[in-house]
């Protein structure tokens, strides 16, 4: 397996427009988790979802912020409007019942300018 | 709630010389334990886990961590670091939910010869 796969490597948007980002899992795993990484708050856990269903939202900052997991291989992050201060690193993880580790993708780093 | 505290913000030192990488924990229920790494420009990947049985667990690349219950720690350490081992080092916990982790802030290995 590829492992988890996130698309961009690198976005940089200006502030205003929407942002979509994007995370294949590993084939087979239940969980899907979304982090966001910054300087100042670390990795911060935003949203997971269970066999394709959102369990826990409460770590979504804004309601500019919404996440979709339509199918067993596919979620996206999505932000509208962006601001500066989304500014970060966001990691797509995936992960299965038997498991207790998460698997990470490479993430996609954010630039709104 | 669990939390998961990482005291050294940054650890120099130099190459083939030990290491030992703080982390404490705090919860009130079954805990599971992690150490990832995280290279430059990388996702994070997993070392080692703690979920039960011997208290001393070996990971990847020579290093190993031990629970502490009566302490509330997991100190990651290793008896001779290299220059490839400079990264960032997290400690996470779980209390359960598959791979729904909690992250410290991170420590930063820095190398040197």
């Known amino acids: 397996d590829a492992g988890v796969i996130q698309s961009p490597r690198h976005e940089v948007t200006e502030m205003g427009q929407e942002v979509t980002l994007r995370c294949k899992p590993i084939s087979g795993h239940d969980y899907l988790f979304w982090y966001r990484q910054t300087m100042m708050r670390g990795l911060e856990l935003l949203i997971y979802?269970?066999?394709?269903?959102?369990?826990?939202d409460s770590g979504m900052p804004e309601d500019r912020f919404s996440a979709k997991m339509p199918n067993a291989s596919f979620s996206t992050l999505k932000i509208q409007p962006s601001e500066p201060r989304d500014s970060a690193v966001y990691f797509c993880?995936?992960?299965?019942?038997?498991?207790?580790?998460?698997?990470f993708g490479q993430g996609t780093r954010l630039t709104v300018v | 709630a669990q939390s998961v505290t990482q005291l050294d913000s940054q650890v120099p030192v130099f190459e083939e010389a030990p290491v030992e990488l703080r982390c404490n924990y705090s919860?009130?229920?079954?805990?599971?334990l992690f150490w990832y790494v995280q290279y430059p420009n990388q996702g994070l990947q997993l070392l080692l886990k703690y979920l039960s049985g011997s208290t001393l667990v070996k990971g990847i690349n020579g290093f190993e961590a031990e629970f502490n219950k009566s302490q509330t720690s997991f100190h990651l350490r290793k008896p001779s670091v290299h220059i490839s081992d400079t990264a960032e080092y997290f400690c996470a916990g779980s209390t359960g939910t598959a791979s729904k982790l909690t992250f410290g802030t991170g420590t930063r290995l820095q190398v040197t010869l």
């Open positions: 993880a995936s992960g299965d019942s038997f498991n207790t580790e998460a698997f």
């Open positions: 919860s009130s229920v079954s805990v599971y």
């Open positions: 979802f269970n066999n394709n269903v959102p369990i826990d």
